[in-house]
């Protein structure tokens, strides 16, 4: 319980302190977080200091390579606290040629250097090491690759759908 009610005093103290011109990456370091959390060209952002509510704008979607990749959508929200984040949206990471919505990232112990990324059925750990400095972040041509809106079929099944439409004329 004195834990966390000095978690929670460490966190109002930190979010009061914020100045305007902090940049995303001092609110992060703020929140006991990596400033790699987030990838080179934040355009602009946006912190509620009562609620921890943010906003980051990217001036486009990009991946960076860490131990997996991960992909930043343009538009990313989600709630700051000290040493985490939850309600996160606009970050996937890929594990196994899967991609999977980041929903949350939290520092267990600063000192222990070690992150998790919650991705709603497990928690992907990480050494903090790799997070310590925001990275380039590559163009991401295709969108839907990782909003799922681009199914992957297997060849077969492309086969039959070609092959489905070439003889329906025939009598």
């Known amino acids: 319980m004195h834990r966390v009610l000095h ?24 929140h006991a977080l990596p400033m790699g959390l987030l990838p080179k060209g934040v355009k602009e952002f946006n912190v509620d200091t009562k609620t921890g509510q943010f906003s980051v704008f990217l001036n486009r979607s990009c991946k960076a390579k860490y131990e997996s990749e991960i992909h930043y959508e343009a538009n990313i ?38 992150i998790y990324f919650d991705v709603g059925v497990v928690r992907k750990q990480y050494s903090m090491a790799l997070f310590e400095t925001p990275r380039d972040c590559v163009a991401v041509e295709n969108e839907d690759e990782f909003r799922g809106d681009n199914k992957i079929r297997s060849s077969m099944l492309q086969f039959y759908e070609v092959d489905e439409s070439v003889g329906r004329n025939i009598v």
């Open 77 to 114: 929200t989600g709630t700051i606290g000290y040493g985490s984040i939850g309600g996160l949206t606009g970050i996937t990471a890929q594990e196994l040629f899967l991609w999977f919505p980041v929903k949350g990232i939290r520092v267990d112990i600063p000192s222990s250097g070690v």
């Open 7 to 30: 978690l929670l005093i460490i966190s109002s103290v930190t979010i009061s302190i914020l100045a305007e011109n902090d940049s995303i990456y001092d609110v992060l370091k703020a």
